[in-house]
T-cell receptor, first 115, second 114 residues
Framework: DTGVSQDPRHKITKRGQNVTFRCDPI?????LYWYRQTLGQGPEFLTY????????KSRLLSDRFSAERPKGSFSTLEIQRTEQGDSAMYLC?????????????FGPGTRLTVL | DQQVKQNSPSLSVQEGRISILNCDYTNSMFDYFLWYKKYPAEGPTFLISISSIKDKNEDGRFTVFLNKSAKHLSLHIVPSQPGDSAVYFC?????????????FGGGTRLMVKP
């Protein structure tokens, strides 16, 4: 299967701990996005990479959050000193840059629960 | 403020009838609109899209209509099938934005009854 994969699928942590999520995009895709979805809401944009460069960050991405895409392939999203408000589904998407708007393919998400 | 709104959190339709899902937006810079479908425990999957230069796009049983003056779009599913039961998200993008980040509505849960 060559879809977007995310690991882990579920993560339970205690408040104050650090967590790291991984996303493996579709192999030929050069753009990678992170979104966050809370219960009853649609996904909210967090950040995006074109190849290894992080080109856009949302105001939602506090300085406790950091994302990397070191070789332009997989990406990691780290949350330091987690808070209960960080509990959400973290979705990764990838796309191939187009002249028009590119279709984003989403992974299954990582569900984070902060106790 | 929510730039993309789906005011109906849920919709129930009989199999074989038409499903109409609605979406409103406020940002006049949006020029591309997409619908995604989401099943439980899966990520959203792309369904259909429309550019702001068009007012209609059709793909099989799915048609999206765009009314720019009203800043409103709708997704029509005809005929509805039980397998269409899912959460549907409307999303919008402003092409000039680097990376085409998507702004999503809150979703509408569609239930198609056999």
């Amino acid at each position: 299967d060559t879809g977007v994969s995310q690991d882990p699928r579920h993560k339970i942590t205690k408040r104050g701990q650090n967590v790291t999520f991984r996303c493996d995009p579709i192999s030929e895709h050069n753009r990678l996005y992170w979104y966050r979805q809370t219960l009853g809401q649609g996904p909210e944009f967090l950040t995006y990479f074109q190849n290894e460069a992080q080109l856009e960050k949302s105001r939602l991405l506090s300085d406790r959050f950091s994302a990397e895409r070191p070789k332009g392939s997989f990406s990691t999203l780290e949350i330091q000193r987690t808070e209960q408000g960080d509990s959400a589904m973290y979705l990764c998407a990838s796309s191939l840059a187009q002249v028009t708007v590119d279709e984003q393919f989403f992974g299954p998400g990582t569900r984070l629960t902060v106790l | 403020d929510q730039q993309v709104k789906q005011n109906s959190p849920s919709l129930s339709v009989q199999e074989g009838r038409i499903s109409i899902l609605n979406c409103d937006y406020t940002n006049s810079m949006f020029d591309y609109f997409l619908w995604y479908k989401k099943y439980p425990a899966e990520g959203p999957t792309f369904l259909i899209s429309i550019s702001s230069i068009k007012d209609k796009n059709e793909d099989g049983r799915f048609t999206v209509f765009l009314n720019k003056s009203a800043k409103h779009l709708s997704l029509h599913i005809v005929p509805s099938q039980p397998g269409d039961s899912a959460v549907y998200f409307c999303a919008a993008s402003a092409f000039h934005n680097a990376g085409n980040m998507l702004t999503f509505g809150g979703g509408t849960r569609l239930m198609v009854k056999p």
